[in-house]
């Protein structure tokens, strides 16, 4: 069965939707996340206007603060401090990569975890580590509720995370582990956590015969068709995370995105497998919505 984020995030995104006319409705003011963009990478500005863009849509106000390459670090800082400081903006995002002159652990730490919908702030993640209520990356939330949505239950399965950023390997493998009593605001009621979870990464001996092992496996190396057929177990779950360009002259892009697993292959094993694209990356932007409305409900009490 597909795992169809597209679907979900369209479904999510409705719900949202609704939540903010009700907020107008009684009155109160709209919320607010403010995006702050340096320089002009490509892709990144693709990623900005997207996120604008479903902001928009569900009637949350959207910011885009765009500073140029040449940007100090005591600038950005400033700018973060303002937004810190700023009672109608409930969340914002320091789009990431930032230019090699800025030090990304120096903003990211600058930023109020309250208001840190992208949580990657040290403070969010200790939170998330300890049980306590946080502020989730975007992508990890993402997965959970997709499983939540599809009834998947971690407890005491075996997951196995290929991929150890902070952006998504370790944060997705400590939400599974972790007891479920840790339900944020705004996630499906489906208990999820508790599993045995195994991390992986570049220097993991015999990979294969772990994930062979796997109940559920969220690859997200960026590596394309790392996951083959005979790495997957006969009724497994399969969540891909990566997003890989491909040379493909037929598309009028030039390219075609595609994921971390063989999915031609795999698809006939797997119980459950999530597409690229259409799987989780339409969770991460839905992600990102759910929690500056988390962030709103707690700012505006
Ligand atoms: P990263 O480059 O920071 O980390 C990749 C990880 O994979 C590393 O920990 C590395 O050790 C591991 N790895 C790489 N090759 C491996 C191999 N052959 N065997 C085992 N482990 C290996 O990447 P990231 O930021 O976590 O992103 C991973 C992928 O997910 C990328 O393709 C990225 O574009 C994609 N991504 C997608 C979304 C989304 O919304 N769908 C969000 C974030 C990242």
């Given at each position: 069965?597909?795992?169809?984020?597209?679907?979900?995030?369209?479904?999510?995104?409705?719900?949202?939707?609704?939540?903010?006319?009700?907020?107008?409705?009684?009155?109160?003011r709209?919320?607010k996340?403010?995006?702050?963009?340096?320089?002009?990478?490509?892709?990144?500005?693709?990623?900005?206007?997207?996120?604008?863009?479903?902001?928009?849509?569900?009637?949350?106000?959207?910011?885009?603060?765009?500073?140029?390459?040449?940007?100090?670090?005591?600038?950005?800082?400033?700018?973060?401090?303002?937004?810190?400081n700023d009672p109608s903006v409930d969340?914002?995002?320091?789009?990431?990569?930032?230019?090699?002159?800025?030090?990304?652990?120096?903003?990211?730490?600058?930023?109020?975890?309250?208001?840190?919908?992208?949580?990657?702030?040290?403070?969010?993640?200790?939170?998330?580590?300890?049980?306590?209520?946080?502020?989730?990356?975007?992508?990890?939330?993402?997965?959970?509720?997709?499983?939540?949505?599809?009834?998947?239950?971690?407890?005491?399965?075996?997951?196995?995370?290929?991929?150890?950023?902070?952006?998504?390997?370790?944060?997705?493998?400590?939400?599974?582990?972790?007891?479920?009593?840790?339900?944020?605001?705004?996630?499906?009621?489906?208990?999820?956590?508790?599993?045995?979870?195994?991390?992986?990464?570049?220097?993991?001996?015999?990979?294969?015969?772990?994930?062979?092992?796997?109940?559920?496996?969220?690859?997200?190396?960026?590596?394309?068709?790392?996951?083959?057929?005979?790495?997957?177990?006969?009724?497994?779950?399969?969540?891909?995370?990566?997003?890989?360009?491909?040379?493909?002259?037929?598309?009028?892009?030039?390219?075609?995105?595609?994921?971390?697993?063989?999915?031609?292959?795999?698809?006939?094993?797997?119980?459950?497998?999530?597409?690229?694209?259409?799987?989780?990356?339409?969770?991460?932007?839905?992600?990102?919505?759910?929690?500056?409305?988390?962030?709103?409900?707690?700012h505006?009490?």
């Amino acid at each position: 069965m597909i795992l169809d984020g597209k679907q979900i995030a369209s479904e999510i995104r409705a719900e949202l939707r609704e939540q903010v006319c009700e907020t107008k409705a009684r009155g109160l003011r709209i919320p607010k996340l403010a995006v702050v963009i340096v320089g002009h990478n490509p892709a990144s500005e693709t990623y900005v206007a997207n996120k604008i863009k479903a902001c928009e849509e569900i009637g949350i106000e959207a910011e885009r603060i765009a500073l140029e390459d040449s940007v100090s670090e005591q600038q950005l800082l400033e700018v973060v401090h303002q937004l810190n400081n700023d009672p109608s903006v409930d969340g914002f995002i320091v789009q990431l990569p930032l230019p090699e002159h800025i030090a990304e652990t120096t903003i990211l730490s600058a930023i109020d975890y309250r208001k840190d919908v992208d949580g990657l702030t040290p403070e969010n993640v200790g939170r998330t580590v300890q049980g306590l209520p946080s502020l989730v990356s975007a992508t990890p939330r993402g997965i959970r509720e997709l499983l939540a949505r599809y009834n998947i239950v971690t407890e005491g399965k075996h997951v196995v995370v290929i991929g150890r950023s902070n952006i998504v390997g370790k944060p997705i493998a400590m939400l599974l582990m972790q007891r479920p009593y840790l339900s944020l605001p705004g996630m499906s009621a489906a208990s999820l956590g508790d599993a045995t979870v195994t991390i992986c990464h570049s220097k993991t001996r015999d990979l294969a015969a772990i994930c062979r092992t796997a109940d559920i496996i969220i690859v997200a190396a960026g590596s394309p068709k790392l996951l083959t057929a005979d790495m997957v177990k006969e009724g497994a779950v399969v969540i891909d995370v990566g997003i890989n360009r491909m040379d493909d002259p037929a598309s009028p892009r030039g390219y075609r995105l595609v994921g971390d697993v063989d999915y031609e292959h795999v698809a006939p094993k797997a119980a459950y497998i999530s597409p690229v694209p259409g799987g989780v990356g339409p969770m991460t932007i839905v992600s990102l919505l759910q929690n500056t409305l988390q962030a709103y409900n707690e700012h505006i009490r």
